[in-house]
């Protein structure tokens, strides 16, 4: 079936439109090559249309082991050629029947350098994808359709559970958490107990941690200034690591402030540099938002890591208190692992907390 995408701004994408649903969101694009499955399960995209730059995709199917939540939470999908013949001794299904199961719209066929360039010069913005013969009215009725503010209550876990083992007891917030976060914590030998994202820092403490995980997870951060309220009586009492979402929120209770990207980091290939032993580091990021320099320079904050594409702020620690966090992923999945160095420095805080 013929489809489109249509932005906000009047522009118009065509491609062939997989199955018959129709998707409303925020649009942005990744330009990660490989690890379509990961992006597609991360709750960070929770409400948004993901465009993928690569322009070969499905071209090794899709496995369950790769899921990094317990559901796709994006609203829809956009990409260049769709390859429905993967090879993969891993693969379980294709990434059509992927998408199918979990019931995301998606536009392939689509010119997405075009869509990206304009993307990249105009700023994300809302689109919408319809069949192509969508009568205007449907179009706008679609469009005026408003973005959801309410995402981290959409992606969190609604119960509490905990990944045993014999180490350290991290708590994590759950914002939208990747799994594969949660698994590098608990491979280090830390027990590790997920709670929802409205837990209260006296229920957080009642669990007795010995240090404090703050997940990344979707939307702006100032739409969760309740969770904010909850970290600032958090803070100075366990070390925290806060991680993306965690890492603006972590600001927002300290008295900084955050902004949003114009088109944002998105994608398996980008470079940071350790202001502290001046190594770049590749990374997998994912983020709308960043955490406002001057608002920092005015408190006990040292600025760890800044991106080499726009120099904003991708890590940062407190002088005073066991309290740190990044903006992008250390865990990758997709992505290298250069930077899973940071949990082994969450664990080297714990420890130093625990003599």
Not at 203 to 226: C, H, Q, R, T, Y
Not at 295 to 315: C, Q, R, V, W
Not at 318 to 337: I, K, M, R
Request: aromatic letters at 8%; hydrophobic letters at 35%.
């Amino acid at each position: 079936m013929k489809g489109k995408l249509i932005l906000e701004d009047g522009s118009v994408f065509t491609g062939e439109l997989l199955g018959d649903r129709l998707a409303t969101g925020e649009v942005v694009f990744n330009t990660g090559m490989t690890g379509y499955q990961e992006i597609l399960t991360d709750p960070s995209y929770c409400s948004q249309i993901i465009t993928l730059t690569y322009p070969l995709i499905g071209n090794y199917g899709t496995a369950d082991k790769f899921n990094q939540s317990r559901k796709c939470f994006a609203n829809g999908f956009i990409i260049g050629e769709l390859c429905d013949v993967g090879s993969n001794w891993q693969k379980e299904n294709e990434l059509s029947q992927f998408l199918n199961k979990n019931e995301i719209p998606c536009l392939y066929n689509v010119d997405t350098r075009a869509l990206t360039r304009r993307l990249r010069s105009a700023g994300t913005m809302k689109g919408i994808i319809v069949a192509e013969d969508t009568c205007k009215e449907k179009c706008d009725e679609l469009m005026a359709v408003p973005l959801d503010a309410h995402t981290v209550a959409k992606v969190t876990t609604p119960e509490q559970y905990t990944m045993d083992n014999d180490g350290f007891h991290v708590v994590a917030m759950d914002f939208g958490v990747k799994r594969h976060i949660l698994v590098s914590m608990h491979e280090r030998g830390c027990k590790v107990t997920v709670v929802p994202a409205s837990s209260s820092a006296e229920e957080i403490m009642a669990l007795n941690p010995d240090g404090i995980f703050l997940s990344n997870g979707p939307g702006d951060p100032k739409d969760v200034l309740d969770i904010v309220e909850t970290i600032k009586q958090l803070i100075g009492k366990k070390p925290v690591f806060g991680i993306c979402l965690g890492h603006q929120l972590i600001a927002l209770a300290s008295g900084a402030d955050t902004y949003k990207l114009k088109f944002g980091h998105r994608g398996s290939n980008q470079p940071v540099k350790d202001l502290r032993s001046g190594r770049v580091y590749i990374s997998s990021q994912n983020h709308g938002f960043a955490v406002d320099e001057k608002s920092l320079a005015k408190l006990p904050f040292t600025i760890t890591h800044i991106s080499m594409n726009d120099e904003t702020i991708e890590g940062m620690h407190h002088n005073e208190l066991p309290l740190f966090s990044v903006q992008y992923h250390p865990e990758a999945s997709p992505g290298p692992d250069d930077n899973t160095y940071l949990f082994d420095e969450f664990i080297a805080m714990m420890k130093k907390g625990a003599k």
